[in-house]
């Protein structure tokens, strides 16, 4: 299966004839800040509120609405998601951890890095009041389960 048609113009796959199974994708980023805005998220400080809590939130619904950003990318009922944290003193960096589970014919990686994104996007404008010199970098797939193609790591 591929994005083209004869013609070679962009389509969305068909997965009509697929088997629906169980998918699971795992996807991380980091968000490397300073010293004191580490302290702020650390100690619930930040002046627009909860930080995590709302970055959370909003990588949950990035991952429910993917294929409203994303082209050629199916609608998938979603069974599950979860968005985690790990403060990394040692790095100054806020580590998002993103699973998304269906079970349909097309798998959900996108949305689960579509979810690490918006949630890094969400941390970066909680706290630019306190330094607008954040960068957002390492996002990427850990792994993946289910389909086709099977199983993915990134470490493998």
Not at 32 to 58: C, H, M, N, P, Y
Not at 64 to 75: A, F, G, N, R
Request: hydrophobic share 45%.
């Amino acid at each position: 299966m591929n994005h083209f048609d004869a013609a070679g113009n962009a389509i969305m796959v068909d997965v009509g004839g697929k088997t629906l199974t169980e998918r699971v994708a795992v996807a991380s980023g980091k968000i490397f800040i300073s010293a004191e805005v580490f302290t702020a998220i650390q100690s619930g400080t930040v002046g627009k509120g909860d930080v995590l809590g709302v970055a959370r939130i909003a990588g949950i619904m990035a991952a429910k609405k993917t294929s409203d950003v994303i082209p050629l990318c199916h609608p998938l009922p979603l069974s599950h998601c979860a968005v985690e944290f790990e403060l990394l003193s040692e790095e100054l960096a806020v580590k998002v951890i993103a699973t998304v589970k269906t079970t349909w014919a097309t798998g959900v990686e996108m949305e689960a890095l579509h979810s690490v994104s918006v949630a890094l996007l969400t941390i970066y404008d909680m706290c630019k009041a306190i330094d607008k010199r954040m960068t957002l970098g390492e996002i990427h797939l850990e792994r993946k389960d289910g389909g086709k193609s099977g199983r993915f790591s990134f470490d493998a």
